[in-house]
């Protein structure tokens, strides 16, 4: 249908009031969090909220002096929020497709650009990549987060899943690498002859390699990311 009476639109585009789940998606791209207590999300990402919702950007040394120094060289990306109260919280990222995952104890990582939200109560750590800061324009960092709990992730268009075994393993782009498992360490290598093939400007020959039992999550893009201009 290509037009709408105002009580068509309203009605077909509406919040979904029956949603009680922590974490709803009220469409692919935009995230509905239940709040009844605390979670955290990425700064910027809140449209809109009802009820009674304060929001306070992360404390730098709320977390200890490590991860204050790694979130200083990593820029922007894994700045978060903390919303607190009792209401409805609506958080997006740029139209981009959500995902949400329930972690049952496991630990994934997470690249710092693509975290959304996550559950309070969950440990989480973030993890510069230092190998290949040099290398790369930005975006070199990702978040580790382990426990029980609610996790979302975003990604340009669908995300592909790719299994990784001691006899398989699997070589990404940094940019289009969105998530992968806790149980795997990734190495950065360069080949000149894979240059054409892989990515594109300065970093257009880093490859990410992804050896053991795991998976990594991928997205048909490759996010470029502009670290922050100094003052």
Same mark, same amino acid.
């Given at each position: 249908m290509s037009k709408y009476s105002i009580k068509q639109f309203v009605q077909q585009t509406k919040q979904e009031e029956s949603a009680r789940d922590f974490f709803e998606l009220e469409t692919d791209r935009l995230l509905e969090v239940n709040l009844?207590?605390?979670v955290w999300a990425k700064a910027g990402s809140m449209i809109s909220y009802e009820g009674n919702i304060k929001f306070e950007r992360e404390g730098m040394l709320e977390h200890g002096l490590g991860k204050f120094v790694k979130k200083a060289l990593s820029g922007?990306?894994?700045q978060l929020m903390k919303a607190n109260?009792?209401?409805k919280l609506y958080v997006a990222d740029s139209g981009k497709k959500i995902t949400i995952l329930d972690l049952e104890g496991e630990s994934i990582? #997470?690249?710092g650009n693509d975290l959304l939200a996550f559950q309070d109560g969950l440990d989480?750590? #973030?993890k510069l990549m230092r190998r290949v800061a040099g290398m790369m324009a930005g975006g070199l960092f990702n978040v580790r987060l382990e426990g029980q709990g609610l996790v979302a992730f975003t990604s340009h268009y669908e995300p592909l899943t790719l299994l990784v075994t001691p006899d398989t393993p699997v070589f990404t782009d940094p940019n289009a690498t969105v998530a992968w498992s806790g149980s795997l360490e990734p190495?950065?290598?360069t080949d000149v002859q894979l240059k054409s093939f892989f990515g594109r400007g300065s970093g257009e020959s880093v490859q990410m390699k992804f050896s053991g039992n795991g998976f990594v999550v991928v997205q048909p893009y490759e996010e470029i990311y502009h670290a922050p201009q100094s003052s």
């Open positions: 009844n207590g605390q922007e990306g894994a109260g009792q209401g990582f #997470i690249n989480w750590d #973030i190495d950065f290598i």
